[in-house]
T-cell receptor, first 114, second 116 residues
Framework: AQSVTQLDSHVSVSEGTPVLLRCNYSSSYSPSLFWYVQHPNKGLQLLLKYTSAATLVKGINGFEAEFKKSETSFHLTKPSAHMSDAAEYFCVVSDLAGGFKTIFGAGTRLFVKA | GAGVSQSPSNKVTEKGKDVELRCDPISGHTALYWYRQSLGQGLEFLIYFQGNSAPDKSGLPSDRFSAERTGGSVSTLTIQRTQQEDSAVYLC??????????????FGEGSRLTVL
């Protein structure tokens, strides 16, 4: 069965510095991988998705993620954090073996300091 | 409608009562999911419907929880004899299944359940 592990429950960065949110996955088949963001008291929004095309995926708001099969990782990065990036981020996996059942990681809360 | 619709948006009930939460997915989406998000927590998978296949109920926390999907569209999540620990936001999502499937989920606004 597929699974996803977000390695940090909380990440704190200063505004203008790089962001790295780590995610490792387990999947028997070529997975689809996603990052979703949830701002306080808001709904879930898709940031970006990997579906076996280019391994470096660009999303909204300057975020990107790189699919590394050898490391089973799909880390989310952004070169320069903005205060508005403060939110909860979820790494998500979905694969054929699971009938495309979609599993969420536990989430990483990103804090951005002025 | 254009998006996933959930009702009610808020439900306050007394311990021991039954509740029903409704989800109307995006038209044409064959996959439908229910998740639960407790305060400050991640998304807990509850149940997954895919077309006419038997649903994956592996995430339902107890036999007080059940869900059905009628006609491959609208779904109802039922919680019987509610307990205080059932208080959470219940999120419904749908996605498109097909040869070009990417598994992207489209979420509703959620139903906030408070059990007193």
């Amino acid at each position: 069965a597929q699974s996803v592990t977000q390695l940090d429950s909380h990440v704190s960065v200063s505004e203008g510095t790089p962001v790295l949110l780590r995610c490792n996955y387990s999947s028997s088949y070529s997975p689809s991988l996603f990052w979703y963001v949830q701002h306080p008291n808001k709904g879930l929004q898709l940031l970006l998705k990997y579906t076996s095309a280019a391994t470096l995926v660009k999303g909204i708001n300057g975020f990107e993620a790189e699919f590394k099969k050898s490391e089973t990782s799909f880390h989310l990065t952004k070169p320069s954090a903005h205060m508005s990036d403060a939110a909860e981020y979820f790494c998500v996996v979905s694969d054929l073996a699971g009938g495309f059942k979609t599993i969420f990681g536990a989430g990483t809360r990103l804090f951005v300091k002025a | 409608g254009a998006g996933v619709s959930q009702s009610p948006s808020n439900k306050v009930t007394e311990k021991g009562k039954d509740v029903e939460l409704r989800c109307d997915p995006i038209s044409g989406h064959t996959a439908l999911y229910w998740y639960r998000q407790s305060l400050g927590q991640g998304l807990e998978f509850l149940i997954y419907f895919q077309g006419n296949s038997a649903p994956d109920k592996s995430g339902l926390p107890s036999d007080r929880f059940s869900a059905e999907r009628t006609g491959g569209s609208v779904s109802t999540l039922t919680i019987q004899r509610t307990q205080q620990e059932d208080s959470a936001v219940y999120l419904c999502a749908s996605s498109l299944w097909g040869t070009a499937n990417t598994g992207e989920l489209f979420f509703g606004e959620g139903s906030r359940l408070t059990v007193l």
